[in-house]
Every structure is written in C-alpha cells, then in structure tokens.
C-alpha cells in the first residue's frame, strides 16, 4: 500500500557523494521517460486479517491513492498534489491539515516524481558489506529517514522513518521487471503496533487517468437526523459521557471523545452483540500498547440521530474503569455539528452548525490525523494545542515543547508523578500553573497543567505543543464545526 511505499530507492550507480533527490531517489524505475502512471493490484495482511489493495501512482507529478478491502479494516489514503488525505471504511475523508504531517507526504512525493520546493540533506551513515544506508533529513521534519540500498542493483533494501516517534521500519523485497520498469513485489512494514505484509499480484501501465483518481472520495450518505438532537451528558472526572445505542441494543455509556476514534470495551461489544475480528495493537497517552480489534456497527444511535455501517475498535484497556464502555469521536463529529454545554449537562448534534445561531468569531480548526487543533499561546509562547474532551487534564504540554522551551526551569513544579491515564498507560510529568492560555483569540485564563516527561506515546509528539481538555474547556460552551474547519469557544 502506498502508505508504505512512501520511501525511496537510488539509482544503481550509487556513490559516496550527496545524491540530489529527485533525479535519483525512486521506489519505482522504468526506463521509459514517458511511462507516467502505474496500478498496482495487491494482497495484504493487517492486523492478522487477508484483504487487497488497489494503489496508484502518478510517476511524474508524486500523486498516489490507494484503497484497501478489508472488511471493518477496509479504508484508503492519498495525495493529489495539494490535498493529503485519508478515509475509514465508511469512504468519509479526512483531511490532513497538520503542517507537518502534510510536509511529511510533500517529501514523500519527490520519491514518485513530485518537483515541488522540498529538498533534503543526504549524507552516507554507513557502508558495511554489499549495502550502503544513506540518512535523507528534511530541514523541517523531526526527525530523518534511513535508506539501506544495495550496492550491486541500486534497489532499496530497507527504510526506517524516524519522523516520528513511532518509529516505522519497511522492507522491500522480490524486485521484478514488468516491461520497461522495476519495482518490488513484496513489502513488509513493522512499527510498535505489529506488521503490515503486502504482495504485488498485478501491475498496469495506463496511458491516462482522472484527476478524481487521486483526490478524496465523497462524502458517504449514512446519517439520518431532522433538526437538532439533545442528548443528556453526565461527567466523569470532567470528562462529557453521553447514552448510544448499537443495532437496537441496549443502552451504553461512552466518552464524547474529540481526541479519539470510535471504540469500545469488550464487554460493551459482547453487550451489543458485535463480533470483532483481527488481532492489532493500539496506543495512547502512554508508553505501553494495548490489544485492538475491529467490529461494525450497523446502526448507532445517539439521541434522534443514527448513523450506518460505522467503524468501531475493540481495545482492551480498562481506561476509566467499569462506568463507560468506550468512546465516540471524529467519526461522529466529522458529520455533525456539534455543541457540548457542560453547564446544563448536554450535547447537541446538527448538520448545520447555522442552526446554533452562533455570534462571536470562530476559532480556526485543522485536523491532525482524526484529532482537532488550533494555534493558541502559553504564557507568551506560540504553538499548536489538540483539543480533546476525553482528558481529564487542562493542560498537558509534550515533553518535547517541555525541553525546547526549558518549561521546568521556567515553572515551579511538583515532583516527577502519575498525571492522567489512557489507553497503553497513564503519563508521567509535574504539575505546574499557568498563568495565561490563549486559543486563537479567546483567552482562557490560569490552568493547571502536566509538564510531561514522556519519550514515548503520543506526548513525545515533537510536532505539537500539548493537549487542551475537558477541564479547561469547561468554562465555556464549546462547538466543533468539523466540516467548515472552526470552534467556538462561548
């Protein structure tokens, strides 16, 4: 999948010296100047589970789609040339809007051909036996991306994407000639949440495609709601928890969770009589992982609203203990407009965020991955915050922006402690107050917050400054506004 083909191979006559990406950087070769587009039919392993693949790539501009049937695992991603997104298996896209995260699939794109302001540094980290690995850094990403290539062919072995924390080794193997171009037939990827093998079975050249090829597929027609629906929310920890049903089955109470993705306990599956299949790891605020698996829920309801054939994950982690049994998130909110009022204890869902008759500015809004942010200001420091209802936490600053801005010596802290919980484990840091927190213009005042201490999980993130949740937001009557990229603050 092209997910993990963004990476690169050199060209056989490999030297020493810097090497300039796009003339030389290709995970595909033909020797056809000509050949511009390239199909691929292939079989993949997820999460234990067999599906196929259908990737595309456009050899001369970078642009790439690929679209994966897998039962509850099925989904696709792309880039077309401006917009780098991603979908579920309902076809709902989602919208890359992280700077860096988009900058990360930029540079990706110079190694199927795109041209654009990107460029790397590339130096030799290594030269032992019949490999060579080359470091490629892009000045703006955190990390770099290793390429081990071999030396008699020129074709790439292996690479390791250290970008993230997460880090994500990929290996390309069983490299063919179809006509004029060769490429791998057998790429195997591994990260800390298990593997991904993937299998070539077909390659087509077509001469033209639609530009509708590599853009994000249409909004799917799967909710039904007239009006606005009120739900009653209650708060655990300060956390919103609102009643849904699934498939006509008995009531369930789960998180309104902005910094997650559907999900329920095992129970609660067992409860609604869902049958999840696969065998994944998942992670969270914490270092540790937990075990996920993958169901679909015909029909969920919340309040008057329903949705169809939505995607669920089944972790097993006793994340705020036996009183929920899961959470709803982006999935929810990329549909409706959505208004939570932790003063009367409800929430409200629309289609139209105009039927809220809301006055004052908006907040910009951008998704990173399936979670909302915005740029806002700690104590005169810019940066960009998550904003997620399912912390129990203010202010949680990632201990990347911790060391970068020296915050401990900054603050008076307390001792090194246990500061929240959440899937893989609960995150360690020291409380310390805020004196001011500003999201877009709306100044929220003194918070508490974590200063984090965490090298992994989702608080070593290097490309955010930290996590905004229930505690601060509860002041306010905050709405989501996914689809028009807005919040508000009330």
Not at 139 to 151: H, K, S, W
Not at 183 to 205: A, C, K, N
Request: with cysteine.
């Amino acid at each position: 999948m092209l997910g993990f083909l963004l990476a690169a191979a050199l060209a056989p006559r490999l030297t020493t010296q810097a090497i300039v990406p796009d003339a030389a950087l290709r995970i595909v070769r033909s020797a056809n100047p000509h050949r511009r587009y390239v199909r691929l039919h292939l079989d993949i392993e997820l999460a234990g589970r067999r599906g196929t693949e259908i990737s595309v790539i456009d050899l001369a501009t970078g642009r790439s789609s690929e679209r994966i049937s897998a039962g509850p695992l099925s989904g696709g991603d792309g880039f077309d040339g401006t917009v780098v997104w991603s979908a579920d298996s309902t076809g709902m896209p989602l919208i890359e809007g992280n700077a860096d995260e988009r900058l990360d699939v930029f540079a990706a794109a110079h190694f199927f051909g795109r041209t654009g302001p990107e460029r790397p540094g590339i130096r030799v980290l290594r030269s032992a036996g019949g490999t060579i690995t080359v470091r490629v850094a892009y000045r703006a990403l955190p990390g770099p991306i290793d390429v081990t290539i071999d030396r008699a062919t020129g074709r790439l072995t292996e690479i390791v994407d250290r970008s993230d924390p997460d880090v994500t080794a990929t290996r390309f193997s069983d490299y063919r000639r179809i006509g004029d171009t060769v490429l791998p037939f057998r790429i195997d990827t591994t990260d800390r949440y298990g593997p991904v093998h993937e299998r070539v079975r077909s390659v087509e050249f077509p001469n033209a495609l639609p530009a509708k090829t590599f853009s994000p597929p249409p909004e799917p027609n799967d909710v039904a709601l007239d009006g606005i629906a009120t739900i009653p929310m209650r708060l655990l920890d300060g956390v919103p928890v609102v009643p849904i049903r699934i498939n006509g089955g008995p009531e369930l109470h789960v998180l309104l969770d902005s910094g997650a993705s559907n999900f329920l306990k095992p129970r609660a599956a067992r409860k609604a009589g869902l049958q999840p299949i696969g065998n994944d790891l998942t992670g969270g605020m914490g270092p540790g992982t937990a075990r996920e698996r993958y169901t679909t829920a015909r029909r969920l309801r919340i309040g008057t609203a329903e949705l169809r054939d939505q995607p669920f994950s089944v972790i097993d982690d006793d994340v705020f203990g036996s009183t929920v049994d899961g959470a709803i998130g982006c999935e929810v909110l990329q549909r409706f407009a959505t208004r939570i009022d932790f003063t009367h204890r409800n929430v409200e869902l629309s289609r139209n965020v105009e039927r809220f008759a809301i006055g004052p500015p908006a907040i910009p809004l951008h998704l990173n991955g399936c979670t909302p942010e915005v740029d806002g200001v700690l104590d005169g420091i810019r940066g960009r915050f998550t904003i997620d209802t399912g912390s129990s936490l203010p202010l949680s600053i990632y201990e990347p922006a911790v060391r970068r801005y020296g915050l401990r010596a900054r603050y008076t802290t307390g001792p090194l402690e246990k500061t929240g919980g959440g899937i893989g484990g609960g995150p360690v840091g020291y409380f310390a107050l805020a004196r001011s927190l500003q999201l877009g213009a709306t100044p929220i005042g003194s918070v508490w917050m974590a200063l984090s201490a965490m090298r992994a999980g989702a608080e070593a993130d290097p490309t955010t400054f930290g996590n905004v949740g229930a505690a601060a937001l509860d002041r306010f009557v905050l709405v989501f506004d996914y689809r028009g990229g807005r919040m508000w603050l009330l």
